[in-house]
């Protein structure tokens, strides 16, 4: 006999928002050629090896780790059974991230932006 699955992605994405929010304001927006790299080879994806994990990675761009991040837990946060204002406030971010480096560089946040224009005509 199973019982109801007990989740708690949403208080641990809820703490996870919070210290993106405390890192940002260090987050510096570009570098000093103002383009932003789309290259993911600064982060490690997954899956991760056990031999490196605990390696802490050096990232070079801030701001790029920071808009894949944000891909990231709104990927997660669309996992939820029902919205929630950590969905707001990482879709707010996430259409920001793709208008600064625009359709091809986070086709998530194009995606997202998409939507959002659709519910809004929806609303008019």
């Known amino acids: 006999m199973r019982g109801a699955p007990k989740h708690y992605l949403h208080p641990v994405l809820g703490h996870a928002v919070i210290y993106l929010k405390q890192l940002e304001p260090s987050i510096q927006l570009c570098g000093q050629s103002g383009e932003i790299p789309v290259s993911m080879r600064e982060l ?5 090896r056990a031999q490196g994990l605990h390696i802490i990675p050096s ?3 801030s701001f790029l780790a920071w808009g894949k991040i944000v891909e990231a837990f709104w990927r997660v946060s669309m996992a939820l059974d029902h919205r929630t204002p950590v969905w707001d406030t990482l879709t707010s971010r996430l259409l920001i991230w793709r208008g600064i480096v625009g359709e091809d ?7 997202a932006r998409k939507e959002s224009i659709g519910i809004l005509r929806t609303y008019s």
């Open 105 to 111: 560089g986070s086709p998530v946040g194009e995606w």
């Open 59 to 61: 990232i070079a761009n």
């Open 44 to 48: 490690a994806s997954p899956p991760h």
